[in-house]
Structure formats: C-alpha cells, structure tokens
C-alpha cells in the first residue's frame, strides 16, 4: 500500500481529487466526499474507490444517495477523524496536528503490516527451499535416522 499523500490533510486538495468521481449530484458528491475525509483512488476497474485520509479505510460500492459521512462512521467507528465528529471548517490547529499524528501512526503500522507480509512470503519461500534440501532422496532417507530397534536394553545381559 503506497503512502498517504500529504496534500490528502487538506479538504480543497481531497476535493480536486474528484475529478473522475461518478456521482455529482446526490449527498454522494465530491464536496461531501472530501468533507467526510475521503479522496479519490479509483480506476477503471474501481471508477468509485474512496480512501479516508486518516484511517486509510476504503470504500467502494457507492450509490448516488449514500451519505458518506454515514457511510465512514459506518465502516471505521473508530477513525480519529469519526471520533472527532467535525466538519473541516470547524478543525482547529490541534485538531489538525492530532489527526496528522494519527495518520502518521497509521502510515506506520501498515509499512510495518506490508514488511512482516513481505518477510513472511521470503521465510516461507526459504523453508520450502531448506525442506528440499534436507529431503533430497526421497522421505525414505528420513526414516533411516531414526533410532534404530537395537538400541533397547535386555534384561538378560
Ligand atoms: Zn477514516
């Protein structure tokens, strides 16, 4: 997953971002788009992808009449910028340097996320490789080092 850009903080830039978007009347408009903290991701294959500055929540599926605020408070409750129930133009500057400190936060953890997932695939990969080497022969190999039936003791030495 790429980075939040910068500009995404700011509701006149999250706004330019929907050029592209499908609905223009309806609550589901650009305006209420990025009021509600989203900015455009979409594509040909995803004409109404949305993704929440703050909480990096995505959304597609829209319909003309979703109301998207509704709709982020529905699918992230618990998004910083949800939680602090304000429309941008009532943001202070504490609000502002709070929710970037989250999205920070939040940037982090999914680079982290995406390298344990990276690390995970090259384990695995080095397992399978290691598992073909150990193995090489065949499984009867593998019971041959195994202890032998001679070993046990007898009373009747
Ligand atoms: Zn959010």
Redesign the pocket.
């Known amino acids: 997953m790429e980075n939040i850009p910068d500009w995404a903080a700011f509701e006149a830039d999250r706004l330019k971002s929907f050029k592209r978007w499908p609905f223009k009347k309806g609550p589901c408009n650009p305006v209420q788009m990025a009021e509600a ?1 989203f900015y455009f991701i979409g594509s040909k294959s995803e004409p109404d992808l949305a993704r ?6 995505e959304l597609d599926g829209w319909e003309e009449h979703d109301n998207p605020w509704l709709e ?1 408070k529905k699918h ?1 409750p618990k ?4 939680l602090l129930d304000k429309k941008p133009a009532d943001l202070t500057v504490k609000d502002m340097y709070t929710l970037e400190a989250e999205r920070m936060k939040r940037v982090l953890v999914m680079r982290h996320e995406a390298q344990v997932k990276t690390l995970n695939e090259i384990k695995a990969c080095v397992l399978e490789e290691l598992d073909k080497l150990t193995n090489k022969g065949g499984k009867d190999n593998r019971k041959r080092s195994t202890r032998p039936a001679s070993k046990r003791s007898s009373r009747k030495d």
Do not use: I, N, R, T
């Open positions: 903290g929440c500055y703050v909480c990096c929540k982020h992230a998004c910083p910028y949800v």
